[in-house]
């Protein structure tokens, strides 16, 4: 068999013809599970060994350096290894290919250094210091979202390529501009760039520099794309500019799968694709080859429902298969174990633990399935996160508990500093000698110490009497009244919102309902020694040593691209998925991200696919949990269900849903500039618009004050005049 025989073997129709169509602007809707990847690879080699091409006259970008690594393994199987495959990379992989050339246009050294996000820290570090601020002014995660903002825009490469001042606001955001201008100082002394920077002088070069840019164009005579779905703007401009000598812009994707809105993907990209080059040929691959038509029926149908999209239904010739499955269980401890029985039931049938994959939307849901899988004695493990109980704040949360009931040294080490208490390695290790030469323990160590020190030590003092009067409070407070007042008064909440990470923050809050469920079930008899014995069984289990063969955890981002025989998807929440922080932030856009995000959860599975959700309190909302309003956009009658479902839930869930949608529906109807009465008195006018959260910036005039009001809220009423009195 010759190599083009070989290249184009077992491809179907729509992969032949993607495969074959090598000139002009191509797009190919690659549905889930068709095949995209083999039909991208296969084209490649296609490409060299059908039409002859070097290898560094194609460019080939994908999103993760994974990706790009297998497809470069996949095409020498096909293309042998002569052939120079670099060019088959990532958008800031092939950025930093320019910038090694070309970044001398600018005046930086060829020999530029990366950064990562660990070296923006350090960096902020140095900047917090100089300007005397800190992560109570705001987070290192703030400061950095403010940088990728201003960074958004090229302006601030005009002001370093022609040595201009970096204008700074000298409103809201003042500080955190100083903060900008400081990052850039400290990036230009050291010639560093973090990957906002990679593509953003990249472009400012081809912008800026035609030689430049002529040159890359004349190169790259075929640009292919994967996942164009999760493109941003830039990147997009970025391939549209490279083909536009050639073109040839092929690209790949499928916007149902779009689910990185949230960090700047654009779907319609894909979806408009033929707008822009109207010559463009669309191929559709929609034969899917891994799962049963019964999980194609329920994702095709739930996805119907999104506007930002390109109709296809995916099929298949697969066998039909089982059912696909919705248990509802009355908490979420009978949820996590019916998901375990149902493990173990399938193993028996002769499967491997290794078929399962557990999907969820965030990461505080997996503390339940995890505290049932170890009941049951089922082997897991947690894909691209960490366990529930070794997270790092669950851990803190644990430590103090332990150090309060035995006083060991290990949780002492843990948490003396945490938060800082400016007890810095030399104290430490003083309280270490004092401990070894006493035969004592740690904290007793600094008992012992605490007379013989400055009053600039507060901090020791402050902390030793905290787990005094916590180990009094133990015996007279429940557990979760314990937890609570460690988190308040050793300052753990406030350190965890300082750093900005609401995960952290979602999983201190699962911790304690996961505590109060337990003290409801003993009816109010757990103690604090029962609790930290039951939890040692969940943090120190010794899991069997056959790493492969062991359920798989996941959040459904980890799960894009992968494909596992039992899918469950849990935590089938409204309020969970979709996530509420997303629909508050992003309203309907939102909702068709989450949409998407549950029919790629849909779409992951090959054999069975079940979704499980329970009742209790939603601790975002402090309201009852109901499932997911995705559940009731499918038919009844492509699922079927387990345990029971009241019928007042069903209507309490649909009324809230209703209810919800009527607020992302409402039409705003007011311009910037109107001035509106209000029912309770009082006038204010419209300074600005946000439609991602869908409100009005109100700026009241009788109180000084700037309001965000919702969009189509009742209680106000547009003035018939464009000022406000005077005495407003």
């Not at 797009?27 to 068709?34: C, F």
Request: proline letters at 3%.
């Amino acid at each position: 068999m010759n190599t083009i025989d070989k290249i184009l073997e077992n491809l179907n129709g729509q992969q032949l013809k993607a495969v074959t169509t090598t000139e002009g602007y191509v797009r190919v809707i690659a549905g889930a599970g068709s095949g995209k990847t083999k039909a991208l690879t296969s084209r490649y080699a296609y490409l060299v060994e059908g039409l002859g091409m070097d290898a560094s006259n194609i460019l080939c970008v994908t999103f993760t350096n994974k990706a790009a690594g297998e497809m470069r393994n996949r095409v020498k199987r096909i293309a042998g290894n002569e052939n120079d495959y670099s060019y088959i990379t990532t958008y800031h992989g092939f950025c930093v290919k320019v910038l090694r050339e070309d970044i001398n246009k600018i005046q930086y050294p060829r020999q530029f250094v990366i950064m990562d996000v660990e070296d923006q820290k350090t960096v902020l570090r140095d900047v917090y210091g100089e300007l005397g601020i800190t992560s109570k002014n705001f987070t290192f995660k703030q400061a950095i979202k403010h940088i990728e903002m201003r960074k958004s825009s090229l302006d601030y490469l005009e002001c370093i390529a022609e040595n201009k001042e970096i204008p700074i606001s000298n409103g809201a955001d003042y500080l955190l501009d100083k903060v900008f201008v400081k990052y850039l100082q400290k990036q230009q002394r050291n010639f560093a760039l973090d990957f906002s920077d990679l593509i953003n002088f990249t472009l400012y070069i081809f912008d800026n520099h035609a030689d430049v840019l002529e040159k890359w164009q004349n190169r790259m005579y075929y640009i292919q794309v994967d996942e164009t779905q999760d493109s941003s703007p830039k990147q997009f401009y970025l391939v549209d500019l490279l083909s536009r000598v050639h073109k040839n812009l092929f690209v790949v994707g499928d916007p149902d799968q779009t689910i990185y809105e949230w960090r700047g993907a654009k779907p319609e990209l894909l979806v408009d694709f033929d707008k822009q080059f109207p010559r463009a040929q669309t191929i559709v691959m929609n034969q899917n080859y891994s799962s049963t038509p019964n999980i194609l029926n329920l994702g095709n149908h739930i996805i119907k429902n999104n506007k930002i999209r390109i109709d296809k239904d995916m099929v298949t010739a697969n066998s039909p298969g089982v059912d696909a499955v919705h248990y509802h269980a009355k908490n979420d401890s009978e949820e996590g174990l019916w998901i375990a029985a149902e493990i173990k039931r399938l193993v028996k049938e002769n499967n491997k633990y290794s078929d399962f994959a557990i999907l969820y939307r965030a990461n505080h849901v997996s503390r339940v399935i995890e505290q049932s899988l170890i009941k049951e004695g089922i082997p897991y493990s947690v894909w691209g996160g960490i366990r529930f109980f070794e997270r790092r704040e669950i851990k803190d949360v644990l430590s103090y508990l332990r150090l309060v009931v035995f006083g060991d040294d290990l949780s002492f080490l843990r948490v003396i500093n945490t938060p800082s208490r400016g007890l810095g390695k030399m104290f430490i290790d003083d309280i270490k000698q004092i401990a070894t030469r006493c035969d004592i323990s740690l904290f007793e160590a600094l008992e012992k110490k605490l007379p013989t020190l400055p009053p600039g030590r507060r901090g020791a003092a402050k902390f030793v009497n905290l787990i005094k009067a916590f180990r009094k409070r133990k015996d007279e407070i429940s557990v979760s009244g314990l937890v609570k007042e460690i988190l308040d008064n050793t300052g753990l909440t406030a350190m965890y919102r300082a750093d900005g990470d609401e995960d952290r923050l979602d999983n201190i809050k699962e911790l304690q309902n996961s505590i109060i469920n337990l003290e409801n079930d003993d009816a109010g008899k757990l103690t604090l020694e029962n609790y930290l014995q039951e939890i040692a069984l969940y943090t120190d289990m010794d899991l069997d040593n056959d790493k492969n063969d062991r359920v798989k955890l996941m959040t459904i981002h980890t799960a894009k691209g992968l494909e596992f025989p039992y899918v469950f998807l849990c935590g089938f929440t409204d309020g969970v998925l979709p996530g509420y922080m997303s629909i508050k932030e992003r309203g309907e856009r939102a909702i068709e991200e989450e949409r998407r995000l549950t029919y790629v959860a849909i779409t992951r599975a090959e054999k069975a696919f079940y979704m499980t959700e329970s009742e209790g309190l939603n601790f975002r909302t402090g309201m009852s949990k109901h499932p997911s309003r995705f559940l009731f956009e499918i038919r009844e009658n492509l699922y079927v269900r387990q345990g029971i479902l009241p019928v007042e839930i069903i209507i309490q869930a649909k009324a809230q849903i209703h209810l919800e949608n009527e607020k992302l529906n409402s039409p705003q109807i007011y311009e910037v500039g109107d001035v509106v009465s209000f029912n309770i008195g009082g006038e204010g006018k419209i300074i600005a618009k946000d439609d991602r959260r869908r409100v009005y910036i109100i700026e009241l005039g009788k109180i000084n004050s700037v309001r965000p009001i919702r969009y189509g809220w009742q209680g106000m009423k547009k003035v018939e005049k464009q000022a406000m009195t005077n005495d407003q």
